[in-house]
T-cell receptor
Framework: DAMVIQNPRYQVTQFGKPVTLSCSQT?????MYWYQQKSSQAPKLLFH???????NEADTPDNFQSRRPNTSFCFLDIRSPGLGDAAMYLC?????????????FGPGTRLTVL | GQQLNQSPQSMFIQEGEDVSMNCTSS?????WLWYKQDPGEGPVLLIA?????ELTSNGRLTAQFGITRKDSFLNISASIPSDVGIYFC?????????????FGKGTHLIIQP
């Protein structure tokens, strides 16, 4: 089945220690998104890639970076995690050849910062 | 930025009851989406709405895109235990398929035995 895969499902890091979360997709969608979801809150968009074009949200901290080496993979890098960065990180994809923005989410990576 | 007002925040119902939740916005959206999220998992798309006034069903779920494009509701008929979870509405104002979604704050559905 075509799907969005996130690894790892659970990640523990130390305060200030860089961490990378990964996302891969078999849907062949050209748009990939990263959302941050804190406990009991709605997902919040951090940035997205439209093919190779990176689109950052205005209020996304510089601490968060992303890479998309090819269509299937996208990475979220947190350069110096703080305690406030503990959250569920969700990857999503969509196809831009239609007028509709249906986004399909992966299972998420729950990040704990010690 | 855009905001979606989703209500109710939580619902406590008996198995077999019907459920209704809604979202409103101060601005127009071109697409309304309804997702369900189970604990520790990503949101799963339930229904997508594209046209003002559109009424769409998916099994026991029915959703409508408001005629003004500023609101939507989701109904669940004859609730069952696996309906428990958090339901999010999400809107997109993009004319194409590449834009982040704006989410409501979610409706937490709890089914009492």
């Amino acid at each position: 089945d075509a799907m969005v895969i996130q690894n790892p499902r659970y990640q523990v890091t130390q305060f200030g220690k860089p961490v990378t979360l990964s996302c891969s997709q078999t849907l062949n969608h050209n748009v990939m998104y990263w959302y941050q979801q804190k406990s009991s809150q709605a997902p919040k968009l951090l940035f997205h890639y439209y093919d190779k074009d990176f689109n950052n949200e205005a209020d996304t901290p510089d601490n968060f970076q992303s890479r998309r080496p090819n269509t299937s993979f996208c990475f979220l890098d947190i350069r110096s995690p703080g305690l406030g960065d503990a959250a569920m990180y969700l990857c999503a994809t969509s196809r831009d050849d239609s007028s509709y923005n249906e986004q399909f989410f992966g299972p998420g990576t729950r990040l704990t910062v010690l | 930025g855009q905001q979606l007002n989703q209500s109710p925040q939580s619902m406590f119902i008996q198995e077999g009851e019907d459920v209704s939740m809604n979202c409103t916005s101060s601005s127009i959206f071109n697409t309304w989406l309804w997702y369900k999220q189970d604990p520790g998992e990503g949101p799963v798309l339930l229904i997508a709405l594209y046209k003002a006034g559109e009424l769409t069903s998916n099994g026991r779920l029915t959703a409508q895109f408001g005629i003004t494009r500023k609101d939507s509701f989701l109904n669940i008929s004859a609730s069952i235990p696996s309906d428990v979870g958090i339901y999010f509405c999400a809107g997109s104002d993009s004319g194409g398929g590449a834009d982040g979604l704006t989410f409501g704050k979610g409706t937490h559905l709890i089914i009492q035995p």
